[in-house]
């Protein structure tokens, strides 16, 4: 037998599925047998679980999963084979909405001659899971926010491709992990009640539940859509405190993680940063931690960046922390404030008075404008600048 083949490959590209715990349990027995193993491939993968919340943490990019290849002579699931590894009812009807006690794929009779290399490839991609969900416990929320939004979505670029593989099966078996009721296929689809558990925190109109065609309990969606509600939910679920114990070499690396944490915002930009008002920066935080933001945030810090000089690309390179983040859509939205498209108006910032009514104003600053506030802060800068160099 070749235990957990058929599901190598899914383990390896979504380590996030239920059968990883079970594929662990069987290949290490414990988590210090994991942590405290002095073989590379366990070692590579919490330093590179450890290095990926670490640039995080110093606001920098963290690691993004790359998906690797999946040749189609490897066995995918149990959807080719017609053996019966096990007596269930679920595996007969090709229903994979069970309780994933996995003891199919323990018993799995198919062989390969890749059987080594998925397996090397599924226990580098499982420990380094492991070990991030273990290290964020212990960190910030808006680390643990970041790295949900940046995982979620690099997860999403493996499922598009597993669509494009024409790998339905796949995507159908993560789906049901996480919770989602969806039918991939010509006429795809998806229920309510996952629907609304998707789209809820999308910010587009589309989303909207009255905007889309219900028929006895079901959405139609297509292909992609389905896909980027299980980048939503996966997201939703990175997100969750991790209950998993650390050894204390581990709790030692987070301590330093903790040190390096920055809770600042990013000055290295084309503009003085260093002088935009409270409310400003307050939003530009949050962004820069992965919290979705309301729309009247999201429009007074565009208009503000744009109107003190910030180019739309950097503008665009901001908003790509946002958990609904959406590059072609987001681009047209600044060019529109930035008047490069629609009338050709530039919109101005929105004073202190209007930013105090939708509940974006977080400190009396005793200005009209946040732009006041910049420039006034601006010549302050300047005096000095001019007064320590004589």
């Not at 110093?58 to 189609?72: L, W």
């Not at 980048?231 to 939703?236: A, K, M, S």
Request: proline letters at 4%; glycine letters at 4%; one cysteine or more.
């Amino acid at each position: 037998m070749q235990a957990y083949l058929p599901v190598l490959p899914v383990i390896a590209r979504y380590p996030f599925v239920r059968a990883t715990g079970k594929f662990l349990e069987r290949e290490y027995g414990s988590l210090s047998a994991i942590f405290e193993s002095e073989r590379e491939i366990e070692q590579g993968a919490v330093e590179s679980a450890l290095n990926s919340i670490g640039r995080i943490a110093e606001g920098k990019k963290g690691k993004i999963a790359r998906p690797f290849r999946i040749d189609k002579s490897w066995p995918m699931l149990c959807f080719s084979c017609e053996r019966d590894c096990v007596e269930c009812e679920n595996l007969k009807r090709l229903d994979f909405r069970c309780e994933m006690c996995c003891k199919c794929f323990e018993n799995c009779r198919q062989k390969s001659a890749e059987y080594l290399e998925l397996r090397m490839k599924a226990k580098a991609s499982a420990v380094y899971y492991l070990t991030c969900r273990a290290v964020l416990q212990h960190v910030s929320p808006w680390i643990r926010r970041k790295f949900a939004v940046q995982e979620a979505r690099a997860y999403r670029k493996n499922m598009e491709h597993d669509l494009e593989e024409g790998r339905q099966d796949v995507l159908s078996f993560v789906a049901a992990d996480l919770g989602i009721l969806a039918e991939f296929g010509k006429n795809s689809r998806v229920h309510v009640t996952s629907y609304l558990r998707g789209a809820v925190r999308i910010k587009d109109e589309k989303w909207r539940l009255v905007n889309r065609r219900v028929e006895r309990g079901w959405v139609e969606v297509t292909e992609r859509e389905i896909v980027r509600l299980m980048e939503e939910v996966l997201r939703e679920k990175l997100e969750q405190p991790a209950n998993i114990q650390l050894p204390e070499n581990l709790l030692k690396a987070v301590k330093s993680i903790s040190e390096r944490e920055v809770e600042r915002v990013d000055i290295s930009l084309p503009v003085r940063l260093d002088c935009i008002p409270p409310c400003m920066k307050k939003i530009l935080s949050d962004l820069q931690k992965g919290v979705n933001i309301p729309h009247t945030a999201r429009f007074a810090i565009t208009s503000f960046l744009l109107n003190i000089g910030m180019s739309v690309d950097s503008i665009v390179e901001l908003f790509s922390s946002a958990p609904d983040f959406d590059e072609e859509k987001t681009r047209y939205q600044v060019e529109h404030i930035a008047g490069q498209r629609g009338k050709g108006s530039e919109y101005i910032c929105p004073s202190c008075e209007t930013m105090r009514t939708y509940h974006n104003c977080c400190a009396d600053c005793g200005v009209s404008s946040p732009l006041t506030y910049y420039a006034r802060k601006r010549r302050e800068v300047e005096k000095r600048r001019k007064k320590s160099s004589a």
